[in-house]
């Protein structure tokens, strides 16, 4: 028979090796919680807000909307850096839920601005907007408005986005625009593609 000393040093044995394995189990279950919480490589980056470009400096933004000679409609939008994926644009009419691929590129020489080219919107129409990844269709940015005013080539820089001019830009001479704060009735005077802008540098296109 066991003395009272080796029963004694067995469950304390015992006693310790419960208390060690529920030590290791709620290390384990305290890192899988961890990593659970941390943001994967491949997981979704929340949806940015898209609006009007403001002072309050969220990106990316729309800047403004024109028209080319064409009668296409170009969206000018300014994202938060060169780094920003390329996307292209999606409108939908909210009460149709018709929906309008717009065609994305890059200012030459500015690479934080963007002009997207498509079917033309009618003014204070209600509009969803969706900046969508090319590389994976994510959507990073959308957002739900009317637009408030379409500028208009004038007639020294009427030019045609049909390829007819290699070199040049689809917003030469009207990008970018700015636009007056959202309101119902845009003012008689906006937009002017000529209205000058401090907040924003002027492209020069070759």
């Known amino acids: ?7 004694v040093n ?10 060690l394995t529920a030590l290791v189990v709620l290390v384990i279950f305290g890192l899988i919680r961890s990593k659970s919480r941390q943001p994967q490589a491949n997981q979704r980056s929340p949806v940015s807000q898209l609006a009007y470009c403001s002072s309050n400096a969220v990106r990316p933004c729309i800047v403004s909307f024109s028209l080319d000679s ?19 644009l999606k409108i939908t009419r909210i009460e149709s839920s018709d929906e309008s691929i717009y065609e994305c590129q890059k200012v030459k020489g500015f690479s934080t601005s963007v002009y997207c080219i498509g079917e033309k919107m009618s003014i ?17 940015a959308e957002g739900r408005f009317a637009i408030i005013g379409l500028a208009l080539p004038t007639p020294e820089f009427a030019i045609s986005t049909s390829g007819t001019e290699p070199g040049a830009s689809p917003t030469q001479g009207i990008f ?3 636009p007056t704060p959202v309101q119902a009735t845009p003012s008689p005077s906006y937009p002017n593609p000529g209205y000058p802008n401090p907040s924003y540098p002027k492209p020069s296109y070759p």
Do not use: H, W
């Open 10 to 19: 067995r469950n304390r044995l015992i006693a310790g090796a419960a208390i």
């Open 1 to 7: 028979m066991e003395s009272n000393e080796e029963l």
């Open 176 to 178: 970018p625009v700015t």
């Open 70 to 88: 064409d009668g296409n409609m170009l969206v000018n939008i300014l994202t938060p850096g060169a780094s920003f994926p390329d996307f292209y």
């Open 124 to 140: 204070g129409e209600d509009l969803q907007f969706m900046i969508i990844s090319r590389k994976d269709d994510s959507l990073l």
